[in-house]
């Protein structure tokens, strides 16, 4: 699986846009972005996915660049509740494939009022 | 509602006394895995299993033991554990690249 680079820590006004950047320049043809996010020592929660077009649902906005090296995810209006460390990960497979997840470090993002 | 259970949420145990964590999942998914997370090391998979009696190791899988005897258990086995075995344990399923996590279990061994 590719591997990701993020910022250790962003900040983020609440009610503002949380636009968090993730790098991924080895990235392969048949390998998918996903970002998780975990909210202090919960277990990791699923935000969003995708190829190589954008997407949207009702947490959170997923743009990846046309070369697809990297991507932002967009929390369009962050509250106190979305402080959590965001993982960028990118692998193999979508639809109905399975397996591991190799989280790095992710993002440290602190909503403050 | 979509839930992966774990039992206990917190155990403090001494070394070499066998202790088994359990995780049940409701959404009948196929994939289930184990994971630990430590400071600074973050989130490592332990044993995975891609079905009923299907199961394999991941990156950390010494000193554990994992067993799929149907489809929602996936029980977490520390035969022996040791002082170094002290993390906080998640299981997780996965079906259709997205994965559900259960709450932890923050697990002392003394």
């Known amino acids: 699986d590719a591997k990701t680079t993020q910022p250790p820590s962003m900040d983020c006004a609440e009610g503002r846009a949380a636009n968090l950047p993730c790098n991924h320049s080895?990235?392969?043809?048949?390998?998918?972005v996903y970002w998780y996010r975990q909210i202090h020592s919960q277990g990791p929660q699923y935000i969003i996915h995708?190829?190589?077009n954008n997407e949207t649902n009702e947490m959170a906005s997923l743009i990846i660049t046309e070369d697809r090296k990297s991507s932002t995810l967009i929390l369009p209006h962050a509250t106190l509740r979305d402080t959590a460390v965001y993982y960028c990960?990118?692998?193999?497979?979508?639809?109905?494939?399975?397996?591991?997840?190799?989280f790095g470090q992710g993002t440290i993002l602190t909503v403050h009022p | 509602e979509a839930q992966v259970t774990q039992n206990p949420r917190y155990l403090i145990t001494v070394t070499g006394k066998k202790l088994t964590v359990t995780c049940s999942q409701n959404?009948?998914?196929?994939?289930m895995s184990w994971y630990r997370q430590d400071p600074g090391l973050g989130l490592r998979q332990i044993y995975y299993?891609?079905?009923?009696?299907?199961?394999d190791k991941g990156d950390v899988p010494e000193g554990y033991k994992v067993s799929r005897k149907e489809k929602r258990n996936f029980p977490l086995i520390l035969e022996s554990p040791s002082p170094n075995q002290t993390s906080l344990y998640f299981c997780?399923?996965?079906?259709?690249?997205?994965?559900?996590f259960g709450q932890g279990t923050r697990l002392t061994v003394v």
């Open positions: 990960i990118v692998r193999v497979g979508g639809g109905t494939s399975y397996g591991k997840l190799t």
């Open positions: 080895t990235i392969s043809g048949n390998e998918y």
């Open positions: 995708g190829l190589k």
């Open positions: 959404m009948n998914h196929e994939y």
């Open positions: 299993s891609m079905n009923v009696e299907v199961t």
């Open positions: 997780a399923t996965a079906r259709a690249g997205e994965a559900f």
